[in-house]
């Protein structure tokens, strides 16, 4: 009776869910919808044991029993799935699978649904190599009592490219996507919708290989056969163009994207519309286009409208407001309104907590996210703090080596690099990758990605023969996987290269550029985003080289095809003009680069406004410019504007806000004004002090300054003595042969000598010597062993754009006026899910693939920019108990940081080549 009345009780609040959507749910009802299932479970598995050995000759009423209880459990479990209780579902469909074996045998059809029921929440549960190996039985079995062409076993070949794709096994999920579509194609013939879906998770398939244009091709074709099936308006055709759009951001064609999205969208107004599911997608899709652009403000104007339209629609509850919400997030931080952006990402965690539950997948990865935007903020210590928790949180409800909880890892590790903490950093980045090594292998992206960050934080450490190895190491890895033409093996390159420009081996990465521009021209066209920033990089490298006059040229050559291709007005093409201010600056064209540089100026404060951080970092070049003419008072009044807005807009204890004071110090330095600069600077030491720690980079970089000031004053006593506090702590921290340890003892040596002490000078002079010889030494070694020496960062997988707003590093030992580009992977996502982007990232919701019923996950678009980090978001949706023919599965719940490395955005260094 008890059993009778708990299968009601799950009955009904399955019909409640069915009525309503699961997502619809208060948590109170979900969690009673979880207890009461796996009850039932557990009450009808008891039952079956009690019979077990009460079993008479025909064994029919224990084996009714048994097949009872797994039918029990496999419902348990896809509702306990669905909650994010992912380790409850995978011991409630294990108990579903090992019943159905001994009554039912290894082939049966109910035996296989359990079998791919488990693979599912294996994928949840971040065992990939594990729910492979369940999906390659299921379609052996298929194959062997179905037949090879049975519409099951096509399915299970579809759903185990899909998990091949995930894995960045993309050559294999190829080829099985084409043996699909080639069956589907001779059955059912070429314009069946099922063979249509096939040609479109081949065209996505494509598209992860950096295939575009055949991507293009093969979407475009499929267009053309919804066309004539069905008509121009049909839902399915409009599908095909939204497809077709999303390939065209790919390609970096983002106007002739958003032109056939505004088509799409009036097509889906007319025919399905304004408030219509698919209808509110391709305005989310248009306003993703208009991020791509740089037209933010008209993107957050979409963005809002729907939201508004979802909430009223869907219901204030549903996932996909929450995809919304992240959305706006996002375009908020490219604005530069990050207060407006840290509370909406509060009121995401808070949503997901009353909906979700404190500990769902969902929840946690908005805590990440704002632990991000915090550390980008400046508040490490509030991020560091929120990423132990989480982490804690994750381990505890994923386990240890979960993807999401090595995600967790890898963040919390560059929020301590940020701190300074780079060997504590550099430890925790080891043992994330020794962990994917072990779960995904050496070859998978993530563990590539991985590989990037601890090459990174090797450089950190000045460790660049090291560093070097890894990234030689990294490159063959790509080329193996992916081919030497391939997307992310040229990025492999390219950062390569940037990493040559940055050590002063620009020869060899002015060779390596010339290859990476010749291949990218032919292979993505010489209008292309990538082939453009390989450009730019060329003319880093030629002005490095001191070859200023071609290095203007080939900037100038860049920006002309942005101003057409982009807009004069895109922030990729201000920055083209930045850092062609920057190279003309650096001519002594001081008048031309100011002329340019109020141009930008102008243009960013219009469109931006005045207070974004774009616009003040065009102000501090401009003063930089001004100083380099002599005009150090028009400069200073300049940086105390610029300080003045970022003290408002940030904080007088940012980051930024006491690098614009540092600057400020080194102007007044230039008028003479020593008193008020060492004033200044005494303030942004005392504030990194207390911010960072004593021990940090910035901070003694501040004391090294300070040091020059009081020199310039004639304290050379107290220059000597905080000089000599600097060499020690970067002896300790960076190691005795790192540049800038040794910076600090050319400034010790040099004020021994000021003060006439000659014999402690000389000895300092001779251990400088001494430690460059061995530094020499090792390289020699090193590069013997290896035949070349190589370098650098980061994948930049399908690609981000730069934006490289050119401002004043106080990268110690040189200061520069960089102009900045930072590539890396991005966070797309299907419809229904969002990704979040930044470095590690933040980002946004993406034109995803689509078909009637389905969602496929494509490559990605280019992000006009790209921040720190690699935000994730998976939104949470009811399970299908089946599927429609042709759909990819799995494709919407699974974390787009784990599933694909397009879609995520980890946390990239910041490259930084300082003209």
């Not at 759009?245 to 969208?265: D, F, I």
């Not at 990440?368 to 509030?382: D, F, I, R, S």
């Not at 599927?883 to 930084?912: C, I, Y």
Request: include cysteine; charge should be negative; aromatic fraction near 2%.
């Amino acid at each position: 009776m008890q059993a009778s009345l708990e299968s009601d009780r799950v009955r009904i609040l399955a019909d409640i869910a069915a009525d309503i959507g699961y997502a619809q749910l208060s948590l109170s009802i979900k969690e009673a919808l979880v207890e009461s299932a796996e009850r039932e479970a557990q009450q009808a598995l008891a039952l079956a044991e009690q019979h077990v050995g009460n079993r008479d000759n025909s064994h029919a009423p224990a084996d009714a029993l048994a097949l009872a209880a797994a039918k029990a459990c496999i419902k348990a479990a896809t509702i306990a799935r669905a909650a994010g209780k992912y380790q409850k579902a995978g011991q409630l469909d294990s108990k579903s699978l090992e019943l159905r074996r001994v009554v039912l045998g290894h082939e049966h059809p109910d035996t296989l649904t359990s079998m791919n029921s488990l693979a599912s929440t294996l994928g949840k549960q971040g065992k990939f190599k594990e729910e492979e190996a369940v999906e390659r039985q299921v379609l052996g079995m298929q194959i062997a009592v179905l037949g090879p062409e049975h519409p099951l076993t096509l399915f299970s070949m579809n759903n185990l490219a899909s998990t091949l794709g995930e894995q960045g096994k993309n050559g294999e999920a190829l080829t099985m996507h084409q043996q699909v579509l080639e069956v589907q194609t001779k059955i059912l013939g070429p314009e069946h919708p099922d063979t249509l879906t096939s040609m479109n998770n081949l065209a996505a398939i494509l598209g992860k290989q950096g295939k575009h244009e055949e991507a293009a091709i093969m979407t475009q074709q499929v267009l053309e056969l919804w066309t004539k099936v069905q008509n121009p308006k049909h839902p399915a055709t409009l599908t095909s163009m939204h497809n077709l759009a999303s390939t065209l951001g790919e390609q970096g064609k983002y106007e002739e994207a958003a032109a056939m999205e505004r088509q799409v969208l009036g097509l889906r107004k007319e025919v399905l519309g304004p408030e219509h599911p698919l209808t509110l997608t391709s305005m989310n899709s248009l306003a993703t286009f208009l991020v791509k652009q740089g037209k933010y403000e008209e993107a957050i104007t979409v963005q809002r409208q729907v939201l508004e339209l979802r909430k009223k629609v869907l219901g204030p509850q549903h996932p996909k407001v929450l995809n919304s919400l992240s959305n706006m997030v996002f375009t908020l931080g490219k604005q530069g309104k990050h207060e407006e952006e840290v509370n909406m990402q509060r009121q995401v965690i808070e949503f997901q907590t009353r909906v979700l539950g404190p500990e769902h997948p969902d929840t946690l990865t908005s805590m990440n996210n704002l632990a991000v935007t915090l550390e980008e903020q400046g508040k490490h210590e509030e991020a560091a703090t929120m990423l132990r928790q989480v982490h804690e949180l994750w381990s505890k409800v994923l386990g240890p080596e979960h993807p999401l909880t090595l995600t967790c890892i890898s963040d919390l590790a560059s929020t301590l690099g940020q701190q300074g903490k780079h060997e504590e950093a550099l430890t925790m980045h080891r043992q994330e990758l020794e962990l994917l090594v072990k779960s995904w292998g050496p070859e998978h992206p993530a563990t590539s990605h991985s590989m990037n960050k601890v090459e990174a934080t090797l450089r950190e450490l000045g460790k660049h023969e090291e560093a070097d190895a890894m990234k030689r190491q990294l490159l063959e890895v790509k080329t193996k996987v992916l081919g030497p033409e391939h997307p992310e093996t040229l990025a492999t390159k390219f950062y390569l290269a940037i990493s040559l420009v940055k050590q002063g081996k620009c020869e060899e990465a002015l060779t390596m550029l010339r290859q990476l521009l010749e291949v990218e021209t032919k292979e993505l066209g010489p209008q292309h985003p990538e082939t453009l920033k390989t450009k730019s990089y060329l003319a880093i490298s030629l002005f490095k080289q001191g070859k200023h006059e071609e290095a203007a040229t080939t900037l100038s050559q860049v920006l002309a095809v942005q101003t057409k291709v982009l807009g004069p007005e895109h922030p990729v093409t201000l920055t083209s003009m930045n850092n062609l201010a920057s190279t003309l600056g650096e001519q002594g064209k001081h008048e031309e680069a100011v002329i340019l540089m109020r141009q930008v100026l102008d243009v960013q404060t219009k469109i931006l406004g005045p207070e974004h951080p774009d616009t003040l970092t065009s102000i501090n070049n401009l003063a930089s410019t001004l100083g380099w003419q002599g005009k150090h008072e028009e400069a200073a009044a300049m940086l105390r504007q610029v300080l003045e807005m970022k003290t408002k807009v940030l904080g007088p204890e940012h980051p930024e806000t006491l690098i614009t004071e540092s600057h400020l110090a080194v102007s007044l330095a230039k008028q003479g004004k020593h008193e008020e600069a060492a004033t200044e600077l005494c303030q942004v030491l005392e504030l990194r002090t207390k911010l960072l720690g004593p021990e940090h980079s910035e901070t003694l970089t501040s004391m090294n300054k300070l040091a020059s000031t009081f020199g310039e004053q004639g304290k050379d006593e107290e220059a000597l003595t905080m000089h000599q506090q600097v060499l020690e702590l970067r002896a300790k921290v960076l190691g005795r042969q790192h540049p800038a340890t040794l910076h600090s003892m050319n400034k010790v040596e040099a004020t021994l000598r000021k003060l006439g002490k000659h014999r402690e000078a000389d000895a300092i002079n001779r251990q400088m010597q001494e430690l460059q010889t061995m530094s020499d030494s090792t390289s020699s070694s090193s590069g013997t062993a290896s035949g070349k020496n190589h370098n650098s960062n980061n994948s930049r997988n399908s690609t981000t754009s730069t934006h490289c707003c050119a401002q004043k590093s106080e990268a110690s030992p040189c200061d520069g006026l960089p102009p900045s580009s930072t590539r890396g992977s991005h966070g797309e996502t299907a419809v229904g899910s969002c990704t979040n982007e930044k470095g590690r990232g933040k980002g946004e919701t993406v034109p995803a693939r689509e078909h009637p019923g389905t969602c496929v996950s494509n490559g990605g678009l280019q992000p006009a920019n790209f921040d720190k980090q690699d935000k994730h978001k998976q939104a949470g949706a009811w399970p299908q108990q089946g599927m429609e023919r042709g759909q990819v599965a799995h494709s919407q719940n699974t974390p787009a940081s784990v599933r694909d490395p397009k879609t995520q955005k980890w946390k990239a260094s910041f490259l930084q080549c300082c003209f």
